[in-house]
């Protein structure tokens, strides 16, 4: 029988996914906050035949967390092209704001990241949730969630009309008669909308996949409908099948909107794990983790990650009407504030509950229970396959490589080799269309 391949990104944060990741393994904590540490932990994923490595990033540095666990962020795009320049295959996945980056400047940032890489470069947009980036930017205020979404939308039209600027036939080299390139084919991007106006062209030709493959990862209903409109791949909390095909419905119906095919969008949903040779041994890894988690730290992340002044709130005590109408408009801080009104429960014994990824899936068991529950979510058209996000990074990616790595390819669920160069032809994604005249009017009048 035939079964579907699971597609494979890994999440790769310094220490690992769990705030203690960085505490229970037996490697320098300073030397894995390096870029050499990363680029090892990439070469493991390649080594892995993952579909792709991923970055996240925020404009901002939250200084408490500081304390507690690794809060190294290096600039995601440089780090692709330094990943890149040790890598052959493997897709680069790097998070960068619509927010807080100009479009033009990003654009050709991300280009350049995919010529150097052959075209294995990824884009997760993101619109930034925490109101403290604003200050870095001489901002007065934090754009609202809706407004930071339509912003968005149009950053995006315009990256794609700059990147599509170049036909493929523009760069010419002619010696003979003295042509380099044909500028009759190489487009301006005249763009004009309610946010950016940009008017020239790239100094980057087209780049090997046309386009960086697009990411997004917002569940909320705005998020939802960018995705549908934008994404090629989608990073989303869901904690159950069921969950899962819930999402699915409402990407695909939101895809149709937009004009595009149901399945133009691969659903990747995060899947923290903790993973042991038998459940007894991935349960007390999983209860080393959490005992070294320090109480304060928790409830102060867990208010962080909705969006809450920590100073408001009595750990002690339920999480008022007042204090939970402040929180963000995200999928994850919806999900905290939501739990917070089910249970009633005092905040830092909530905080004590929710562990790993708001909302999301995390999984304790045997690298065969793994490959099980992967092969489940594909075949029941929950997801595509999965964000993996190690709870201890490099020990539990390189258990993941060796241990259910093998049981997935011995199940028709994984490659046994790259069959393509670039991230499209890892995703199983086709090349972005080259528009027409019309079809680039037609995404000045959709932005403006």
Same mark, same amino acid.
């Given at each position: 029988?035939?079964?579907?391949?699971?597609?494979?990104?890994?999440?790769?944060?310094?220490?690992?996914?769990?705030?203690?990741?960085?505490?229970?393994?037996?490697?320098?904590?300073?030397?894995?906050?390096?870029?050499?540490?990363?680029?090892?932990?990439?070469?493991?994923?390649?080594?892995?035949?993952?579909?792709?490595?991923?970055?996240?990033?925020?404009?901002?540095?939250?200084?408490?967390?500081?304390?507690?666990?690794?809060?190294?962020?290096?600039?995601?795009?440089?780090?692709?092209?330094?990943?890149?320049?040790?890598?052959?295959?493997?897709?680069?996945?790097? %998070?960068?704001?619509? *927010?807080?980056? =100009?479009?033009?400047?990003?654009?050709? @940032? $991300?280009?350049? !990241?995919?010529?150097?890489? +052959?075209?294995?470069?990824?884009?997760?947009?993101?619109?930034?949730?925490?109101?403290?980036?604003?200050?870095?930017?001489?901002?007065?205020?934090?754009?609202?969630?809706?407004?930071?979404?339509?912003?968005?939308?149009?950053?995006?039209?315009?990256?794609?009309?700059?990147?599509?600027?170049?036909?493929?036939?523009?760069?010419?080299?002619?010696?003979?008669?003295?042509?380099?390139?044909?500028?009759?084919?190489?487009?301006?991007?005249?763009?004009?909308?309610?946010?950016?106006?940009?008017?020239?062209?790239?100094?980057?030709?087209?780049?090997?996949?046309?386009?960086?493959?697009?990411?997004?990862?917002?569940?909320?209903?705005?998020?939802?409908?960018?995705?549908?409109?934008?994404?090629?791949?989608?990073? %989303?909390?869901?904690? *159950?099948?069921? =969950?899962?095909?819930?999402?699915?419905? @409402? $990407?695909?119906? !939101?895809?149709?909107?937009? +004009?595009?095919?149901?399945?133009?969008?691969?659903?990747?949903?995060?899947?923290?794990?903790?993973?042991?040779?038998?459940?007894?041994?991935?349960?007390?890894?999983?209860?080393?983790?959490?005992?070294?988690?320090?109480?304060?730290?928790?409830?102060?992340?867990?208010?962080?990650?909705?969006?809450?002044?920590?100073?408001?709130?009595?750990?002690?005590?339920?999480?008022?009407?007042?204090?939970?109408?402040?929180?963000?408009?995200?999928?994850?801080?919806?999900?905290?504030?939501?739990?917070?009104?089910?249970?009633?429960?005092?905040?830092?014994?909530?905080?004590?509950?929710?562990?790993?990824?708001?909302?999301?899936?995390?999984?304790?068991?045997?690298?065969?229970?793994?490959?099980?529950?992967?092969?489940?979510?594909?075949?029941?058209?929950?997801?595509?396959?999965?964000?993996?996000?190690?709870?201890?990074?490099?020990?539990?990616?390189?258990?993941?490589?060796?241990?259910?790595?093998?049981?997935?390819?011995?199940?028709?669920?994984?490659?046994?080799?790259?069959?393509?160069?670039?991230?499209?032809?890892?995703?199983?994604?086709?090349?972005?269309?080259?528009?027409?005249?019309?079809?680039?009017?037609?995404?000045?009048?959709?932005?403006?």
């Amino acid at each position: 029988m035939t079964r579907r391949r699971a597609h494979l990104n890994v999440f790769l944060t310094v220490g690992g996914y769990h705030e203690s990741g960085w505490l229970v393994q037996e490697h320098d904590p300073v030397e894995a906050a390096s870029v050499e540490s990363l680029r090892r932990s990439a070469q493991t994923a390649e080594r892995g035949l993952l579909d792709s490595v991923f970055f996240a990033d925020s404009p901002n540095l939250t200084l408490f967390r500081a304390g507690y666990f690794p809060q190294v962020r290096f600039d995601p795009i440089t780090l692709l092209a330094s990943i890149g320049a040790v890598t052959e295959r493997i897709g680069l996945f790097a %998070t960068a704001s619509t *927010t807080y980056n =100009a479009p033009y400047e990003l654009a050709r @940032r $991300l280009a350049t !990241a995919d010529h150097a890489t +052959g075209g294995r470069v990824g884009w997760n947009v993101v619109t930034t949730g925490h109101a403290d980036a604003a200050k870095n930017f001489g901002t007065a205020a934090h754009p609202e969630h809706d407004d930071r979404y339509a912003r968005a939308a149009e950053f995006v039209e315009v990256a794609r009309r700059l990147w599509d600027g170049w036909e493929p036939d523009a760069l010419v080299g002619d010696k003979a008669a003295g042509v380099w390139a044909d500028v009759d084919r190489i487009r301006p991007a005249g763009f004009h909308g309610t946010y950016y106006d940009v008017e020239g062209a790239l100094p980057v030709p087209r780049s090997p996949q046309v386009h960086p493959v697009l990411a997004q990862a917002g569940s909320s209903p705005a998020g939802i409908d960018l995705a549908g409109r934008v994404a090629d791949v989608v990073f %989303t909390p869901q904690p *159950t099948v069921a =969950a899962g095909q819930a999402f699915r419905a @409402r $990407l695909e119906a !939101a895809a149709l909107r937009h +004009g595009r095919p149901a399945d133009s969008v691969r659903i990747l949903p995060g899947l923290a794990f903790v993973l042991g040779s038998t459940e007894a041994e991935a349960q007390a890894l999983r209860t080393e983790l959490e005992e070294r988690v320090d109480p304060e730290l928790r409830w102060r992340n867990l208010a962080f990650n909705a969006g809450l002044d920590h100073a408001r709130i009595d750990p002690t005590r339920p999480l008022s009407e007042e204090v939970a109408a402040t929180a963000e408009g995200s999928t994850f801080a919806q999900h905290i504030v939501g739990r917070a009104r089910e249970t009633g429960k005092p905040f830092g014994e909530l905080a004590r509950e929710i562990t790993g990824l708001p909302g999301g899936l995390e999984f304790t068991g045997t690298p065969e229970q793994l490959a099980d529950l992967i092969g489940e979510w594909v075949d029941a058209g929950a997801s595509d396959g999965f964000t993996l996000q190690p709870t201890t990074l490099p020990d539990s990616l390189e258990h993941f490589v060796d241990h259910v790595v093998p049981i997935l390819q011995q199940r028709g669920r994984h490659r046994t080799a790259y069959a393509g160069t670039t991230l499209r032809d890892h995703l199983d994604l086709p090349l972005p269309a080259q528009p027409t005249g019309d079809t680039a009017a037609g995404a000045v009048a959709a932005g403006a």
